[in-house]
């Protein structure tokens, strides 16, 4: 039985490009062995882009429809409102933009059902962009975010990606996030199911860049964020707790100091700037435990409210005996 793949495109201000990548999608998923649906999600254009999806869905067919935000909500809710109501078994994204070629999504597709991944990234090997202004920032911030996630891609920034579904659905992402959803998703999955594949890169034609360098500092916060939550939304105190024993550490040697130099050497210490920084240092570090107590208290507690768990189980698989051994 074939799977079911949708397909989702986030579009803002992309009147010009939205017949041409209509017409690109036809074409290129013509003979695609799977069903699938294509959802345009349009975040709040100011132009005719929903005019021009409108003709799009009657060149296209029933298995194409549009989703329209009531404002400019951003790229990441655009792609969130595509995944929330995309149906298939696998998601696809891409840019509006021409970007991205749809004739790379059957390829994309059956490697990741073939070798059972959760995740394959497209990458820009030959990316078609500025180099000082696009290339370079994107090669530091591939670089960072490697680091600080574990999961190695040459290209985070490249829209054009193929999930399986039931992982990426349980993933919400907000802000600036949808740079990082690989890294995301290896909280959810073993990063070994986490691939990339080169795929074609086309200069713009028509239109500029909606999401640029403009937005950089938001992506600095929301990498942080993605740090954080990657390594420990279930145990916030192992955080603040680090933070809270350097500060406990270093006042403690510091009051220990000052203790040693008033019994052993006599020297008058009520009136060294280090006396207070010591007890500063001791208050601030208990402020990062009790942060991480907190933390825990909620961690717990929204885990229990929710009825969400601290896993994924993939598969269980079981005898068909359903007694118990005695």
């Known amino acids: 039985m074939k799977s079911n793949v949708s397909i989702i495109i986030p579009l803002f201000n992309e009147e010009d490009n939205v017949l041409p990548l209509a017409e690109s999608i036809d074409k290129a998923l013509n003979e695609f062995s799977h069903p699938w649906e294509v959802i345009f999600v349009n ?92 290339k370079v920032p994107s090669i ?9 996630s574990g999961v190695k891609l040459n290209d985070y920034g490249c829209s054009l990606k193929v999930y399986r579904a039931e992982i990426i659905k349980s993933v919400r992402i907000y802000g600036e996030m949808h740079r990082f959803i690989p890294a995301w998703m290896a909280s959810h999955t073993a990063t070994s199911r986490i691939k990339e594949e080169v795929v074609n890169h086309k200069a713009r034609q ?55 130099v008033k019994i052993f050497l006599g020297q008058d210490i009520g009136g060294r700037p280090l006396l207070l920084t010591g007890i500063i240092l001791i208050l601030m570090s208990m402020q990062f435990f009790c942060t991480g107590i907190l933390g825990e208290l909620m961690t717990r507690t929204y885990y229990e409210a929710s009825g969400k768990k601290s896993y994924m189980v993939r598969k269980l698989t079981s005898s068909s005996a359903t007694a118990w051994r005695t």
């Open 43 to 134: 975040d709040g254009s100011s132009d005719s882009t929903c005019k021009r999806l409108e003709e799009a869905v009657k060149l296209l067919g029933s298995h194409a429809s549009i989703v329209e935000l009531q404002r400019n909500f951003g790229q990441t809710a655009a792609m969130q409102a595509g995944i929330d109501e995309a149906r298939g078994e696998f998601l696809v994204t891409l840019d509006g933009d021409l970007q991205n070629d749809p004739a790379d999504i059957p390829k994309m597709v059956e490697r990741l059902i073939h070798e059972e991944l959760d995740l394959l990234v497209g990458w820009r090997k030959d990316r078609k962009d500025n180099y000082l202004f696009r």
């Open 140 to 148: 530091i911030a591939n670089f960072i975010i490697g680091k600080m």
């Open 206 to 260: 028509y239109g500029y860049s909606k999401y640029g360098l403009s937005r950089t500092y938001r992506v600095l916060l929301d990498l942080l964020s993605v740090y954080f939550f990657m390594s420990f939304v279930s145990r916030p105190a192992h955080f603040f707790g680090r933070i809270g024993m350097f500060f406990g550490l270093s006042g403690g040697i510091a009051l220990i100091y000052l203790l040693y």
